[in-house]
């Protein structure tokens, strides 16, 4: 068994999006270091024939440059048992995974495969989900295709393709509605595939670890701009602690933001270029400054995770617990959840919980509800 996990970058994005044209990038110049690329499929634009040695039947297929290039015609599974196999046995060297999902592929079982397998789990290390956006298309797609809503939910970076087809006003407008589905994921603009590979590389973004990034426009949006919070999208009565995005027809009061039409009036502060989205992809962020009884989170999150767990995408968070001196660290996918104590709280710092919840129409008030019960 290797010392060393095999750390695995899961490449999603939308028919068109330039998913290729960066693996080819990645694949010619990331020099020294040997790649295993999983795609699902071999087809005119995958990785093509100036990088392979030779067209095969074969499954697996080393490239000119060392790298070695699969398909997946069983499950994902199978393929990187069979990696990890050929590995051990000398046949193939590499030292990282990238898997090319197909463009409308959600990559949810993707990324549970690397929790829920035994011998996946133990050989490698799900390092980041990498989700690229066509500027040019990305509003309309978002619009049409729930598996591109998927796509951004799970991401830890986002890529935006094709940015120089569309002006600053668009790129800014598809900006704000891609930090209000995924504010946890840094967005990147980028122009044929010329990215930092620093950027999308060993960046940890399923470890767990004490820091959680959320985009500040995301905050600036949720706690300045708006009165009384607004961030997600399905019906409900609205109170003082209302943190919902509301993208459908209701009673505006002079607290609203929200991104609909409506009359305004002297309180009102949204950006008109941001148009009707009606997302089911939506994110929340619960804070509070009271400690966590442990037990009673528990329950919660065991039976959070059973009721809904297909509709929880990524969250994670830092915990504030009664009676411990360090901080612990929460991260999920779907129904798998894990908590770990990270590093002590400093005598300088406010102690504070803050996660972050990436999801499909997620009830956010019985979330806050049940999240405020479990406090000491």
Sequence with gaps: MATKMIPVTVLTGF?????????????????????????????????????????????????????????????????????????ERGELQFERVMIETTGVANPGPVCQTFFIDEEVASYYMLDAVITIVDAKHGMETLDTQPEAQQQVGFADRILVSKVDLISDAEYQ????????????????????????????????????????????????????????????????????????????????????????????????HHDHHHAHHDDEIGAFLFTSDRPFDPVKLDDFLSGMVQVYGPDLYRYKGILYLKGAPVRYLLQGVHMILGTNPGKPWSTKEKKQSKIVFIGRKLPQEIFQQGLTQCLS
């Design 15 to 87: 028919l068109g999006s330039g998913k290729t044209t960066l693996l080819k990038r990645i694949l010619n110049e990331y020099h020294g270091r040997r790649i295993a690329v999983i795609e699902n499929e071999f087809g005119p634009e995958s990785i093509d024939n100036e990088l392979l040695v030779q067209d095969s039947d074969e499954e697996i297929i080393e490239l000119n440059n060392g790298c070695v290039c699969c398909t997946i015609r069983g499950d994902l599974q199978r393929t990187l048992l069979d990696l990890k196999d050929r590995r």
């Design 173 to 268: 407008a598809l900006r704000h509605r891609l930090v209000m589905m995924n504010p946890r994921a840094k967005i990147t603009p980028v122009h044929f595939g010329e990215v930092d590979l620093a950027e999308i590389i060993d960046i940890t973004g399923f470890n767990l670890n004490s820091v959680l990034e959320i985009d500040p426009d995301f905050l600036k949006e949720d706690e300045h701009e708006h009165g009384e919070h607004c961030h997600h999208h399905h019906d409900h009565e609205c109170d003082e602690h209302c943190t919902h995005d509301h993208h459908h027809d209701h009673e505006c009061d002079e607290h609203c933001h929200h991104d609909h039409d409506h009359e305004c009036d002297e309180h009102c």
